[in-house]
Structure formats: C-alpha cells, structure tokens
C-alpha cells in the first residue's frame, strides 16, 4: 500500500492554517491536505526533474451526471489521473449563468457531481476536486481575458448558440454569453495542458486556446496551450432515439440510478423500428442500443452485429447482455458513492481540494500580475 491510497480508507487528519492579508491580519482559516504535501516530498526528485502535465476539466452541477458524461468524459479523466495531475472543477458559477434566479437546489448539485465523480473512480489522493465560486483568482482572471475576447467571437461560438436557442433565450445575460471566457480562466488558472470533454465543448476549448495565444502574445509566454481530449465513441444518444443524453430530455441513464431503473430503461428504449418481431432482420447501425453496446459491451459487438443482421439474436436478449454490462460498470460505482457518502468524508475531500486549487490560483495570478505590469507593489518596492 501506497501513502496515496490511504485517505479512501477515511482516515483524514487535515490542520488547519491561518491566513493573513496585506497587514498581517487574519482572514480565514483553510484546510490543507497534509498527504498532498508528504507525497510531494516523497517523490521530490520525480517531481522536480519532470512535473506531471495536468489535466482540467469537470461539470456544471445542474443535476446528477449521466452515462453520456461517462463517456464523453469522466471515464478519461478516471483513465489518466494516474498519468497527469488532474484537478476537476465543479462549475457552481457557471450553472448560475442559466439557474441564477434558482440557486436553491446548487448545494446539493454541487455535492452530487463530487459524489459521482467519485464514485466513478476518481481517487481523492490523485486529484484535486474544488469548487469554482471558492477560487475568486478564476473570477479575477476572467475579467483581464474579457479585455481582449470580442463580443461577436462569443456570438458565433456554435456551442453558445445552441444553448441559447435550447434554453429559449433572445437578449443573452453578460454572464452566459462570457461563460467562455469564464470557462478558459478555469482551464488556465492551474495552467492545465490537456481538457477531457464532451464533443459539445470543443468550441469552448477552441476559444481558452485563442486566449492563451492572445495573452502569451500580449504579455509573455505565462500559458500553455491547451488541448481538449474527445473520446473516441461520441455523443451518446437518448434512449428515445433523437436526440442526445440529456436531463431535460428525461432520456438518460443516470451513474447513481438503481439497478432495476436501469434495467427497465434499456427495457423500454426504442430499437431497429423495422424490427418489429422476433425474426426480423436487424440493422445495428439504425439501432441505438448497438451504440450502446459499443460503448460499454464493446467485446460482444463482433458477434452481436452478425447475429442480429440474421436475426439470430433478438432485441430482447441483446437488451439483456446490455443490462449486464450496465450493471457491471454501475454496481462498483454504488459500492464507492456509500463510502464517499460517510458523514463528513466528501466535506474533508472538497475542502483539502479547494485549499489546493486555491495556492495554484495565487501562484498563478502573481505569475499573471507580474506579465501584465499591474504587480505594483513589487515594482515600486
Ligand atoms: N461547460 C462544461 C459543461 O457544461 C463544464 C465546465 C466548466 C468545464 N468549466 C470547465 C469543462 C472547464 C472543461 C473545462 O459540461
């Protein structure tokens, strides 16, 4: 057993340190993790010689996350944690751009997505797991970035207008349509190299690398340029068949749904419409459910595809093999969400992460201050 593993087995001894301002005088005490800072000795020549490239990325805690997000991006942020340092970022300012007049519910998302990220596989002894609104350094930033980001360049973003059109919106709050711009000084704070995403956020990766080009250019090299990281399976459609996953849509498997719910949603899905009977031919490429297989069967597609195009198989029994391959990939999440759910473990994990995603943001904001000349008081010091 490794240090790193330890902290799962809830056995948390954080310390608490007293922070000053300007005058000396104390603002607010802030949990450290101590782990974080005994494994950074451990491994001080590692470190030192090659810094691990990080990873951000995370979600708006508008509600639980779905097998949509699970593929499109948690499972490549469980894949590369060990490989990059990771820090995940629950958007809760971002969701206000769209829930400001109903922030009631936030506390509770906000707690979910952590939960189900987690419980996905994340291990808090890895990554960092922090809540955007705690980092006013990310706040800050966005407003030097918002002095060189056009208006109309937030227009055209393609991601921006479906949005605005789903939501209904005509006159776009300053908010929304600079969530860009606020979601590049998520990416930048901690000077992240790779973005696990969605397909859907391209544009907005698009945009934070344009940013980073036009700042380096502006003030000196301070960023690197990230790149997003797109899974290789796509945007996984609804189970009515139409449309993507997607919450408000009501066509989504959740990570934390139970297993009976699971089984009579795939039960009901929509499959091939020409297969109407047993023994009609299929055609897995009309057939959601074959997407579905390929994403989380995908062993058993070699032989499903044959199978069905003969109707050897039927829709019933590839449902099945699907609800056992679901089961498999959700049972040990439940299993992780019940530790995590432990009074006061997923508290001590946000806490030790936003501390630490917090001294990145100040390193990086006097990094920042220092490019843009606005360092003051190291200048006429
Ligand atoms: N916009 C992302 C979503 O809706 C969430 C998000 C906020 C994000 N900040 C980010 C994703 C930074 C990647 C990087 O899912």
Request: charged fraction near 25%; aromatic fraction near 8%.
């Amino acid at each position: 057993m490794t240090l790193r593993s330890s902290r799962t087995d809830i056995n948390i001894r954080p310390y608490r340190e007293l922070h000053t301002d300007i005058k000396g005088e104390a603002i607010f005490p802030r949990t450290i993790p101590p782990i974080h800072h005994k494994i950074a000795k451990l491994n001080l020549q590692v470190t030192d010689l090659a810094p691990k490239k990080r990873i951000l990325t995370g979600d708006r805690p508008t509600g639980p996350l779905h097998l949509g997000h699970y593929v499109g991006s948690v499972a490549n942020r469980v894949r590369l944690q060990h490989e990059y340092d990771t820090f995940i970022i629950i958007a809760d300012v971002q969701a206000l751009t769209t829930n400001f007049d109903r922030p009631e519910r936030l506390a509770e998302d906000v707690r979910n997505v952590a939960l189900d990220n987690l419980a996905a596989g994340l291990d808090p002894n890895l990554v960092t797991i922090f809540i955007q609104s705690y980092i006013p350094e990310i706040a800050e930033l966005t407003i030097y970035f918002s002095m060189f980001v056009s208006v109309n360049a937030l227009r055209h973003n393609p991601t921006i207008k479906t949005e605005a059109k789903a939501y209904g919106y005509s006159d776009l709050t300053y908010g929304f349509l600079g969530y860009p711009v606020s979601q590049a000084a998520d990416i930048t704070f901690c000077r992240a190299h790779l973005v696990p995403v969605g397909a859907d956020q391209v544009p907005h990766v698009e945009q934070t690398r344009k940013i980073v080009r036009r700042f380096n250019e502006l003030y000196g090299e301070v960023f690197p340029e990230p790149e997003a990281l797109v899974s290789p399976v796509g945007r996984l459609v609804g189970l009515d068949g139409d449309a993507k996953m997607s919450k408000s849509l009501g066509n989504c498997i959740y990570l934390a749904e139970p297993p009976e719910s699971v089984a009579q949603k795939v039960r009901v899905a929509v499959t091939d419409p020409a297969r109407i009977r047993r023994y009609d031919l299929g055609h897995p490429e009309v057939c959601i459910i074959h997407d579905y297989q390929k994403a989380f069967n995908p062993g058993f597609v070699e032989e499903l595809e044959p199978a069905c195009r003969s109707a050897e198989i039927g829709c019933v029994d590839c449902k099945k093999r699907l609800i056992a391959a679901l089961e498999e990939l959700l049972a040990p999440m439940r299993e992780r969400r019940a530790q995590y759910e432990k009074p006061g473990v997923l508290d001590e994990i946000l806490r030790d992460g936003t501390a630490r995603a917090k001294r990145e943001a100040e390193a990086t904001l006097a990094l920042v201050r220092q490019a843009m000349k606005i360092d003051y008081w190291e200048r006429w010091g």
